[in-house]
């Protein structure tokens, strides 16, 4: 069955430090997404992507976050600066429709700001 | 805005009881509504869906039925086991020209032998 696979599943990284998080959508899926949950919270939505743009982004998404794909199976997450708080679980997904509601999501990758 | 609320947790039930998790929505118009669940370690995965008012969505045990007068979507299953322990999620569509999946906050459900 098809799924959608991350790397690294843990990062570790000292504050100030770049990070990239690694997605690779199900092949036929058209919209991306991440997703992330602080640990015991709400999972909460970061960006979507389609069509090779951002299509929609959350407040938390700013400008030291950015979105990626860079070939055509991969999906990229980067925080230029990591701070304390970015500590969390970050899902990417993918879907082959936008309205549905049906994501498929990765396992997750755990990251830890010290 | 468009919302789910969940009813807090951790659930704790022994193996074999009945289950309930409270599920209401705010939203306009009828939309689809979703549970997700994630086990311990993995990520969030879709357990059963209905698309339309009393619509009854099913999988692996689990029932949960689109109530439009009450606006709720409980999730059900008679007869839990340990392997169900997890975090549940009531889930909204995106709505209009949104692409965001509405999550409710998560129900934590613990299962004992």
């Known amino acids: 069955e098809p799924e959608v696979t991350q790397t690294p599943s843990h990062q570790v990284t000292q504050m100030g430090q770049e990070v990239i998080l690694r997605c690779v959508p199900i092949s036929n899926h058209l919209y991306f997404y991440w997703y992330r949950q602080i640990l015991g919270q709400k999972v909460e939505f970061l960006v979507s992507f389609y069509n090779n743009e951002i299509s929609e982004k959350s407040e938390i998404f700013d400008d030291q976050f950015s979105v990626e794909r860079p070939d055509g199976s991969n999906f990229t997450l980067k925080i230029r600066s990591t701070k304390l708080e970015d500590s969390a679980m970050y899902f990417c997904?993918?879907?082959?429709?936008?309205?549905?509601?049906?994501?498929?999501f990765g396992e997750g990758s755990r990251l830890t700001v010290l | 805005g468009d919302s789910v609320t969940q009813m807090e947790g951790p659930v704790t039930l022994s193996e074999e009881a009945f289950l309930t998790i409270n599920c209401t929505y705010t939203?306009?118009?009828?939309?689809?509504l979703f549970w997700y669940v994630q086990y311990p370690g993995e990520g969030l995965q879709l357990l059963l869906k209905a698309t339309k008012a009393d619509d009854k969505g099913s999988n692996k045990g689990f029932e949960a039925t689109y109530r439009k007068e009450t606006t709720s979507f409980h999730l059900e299953k008679g007869s839990v086991q340990v392997s169900d322990s997890a975090v549940y999620f009531c889930?909204?569509?995106?709505?209009?020209?949104?692409?965001?999946?509405?999550f409710g906050s998560g129900t934590r459900l613990l299962v004992r032998p």
């Open positions: 997904a993918s879907s082959s429709t936008r309205s549905t509601g049906e994501l498929f």
């Open positions: 939203a306009t118009g009828y939309p689809s």
């Open positions: 889930a909204l569509p995106p709505m209009d020209s949104s692409y965001k999946l509405i």
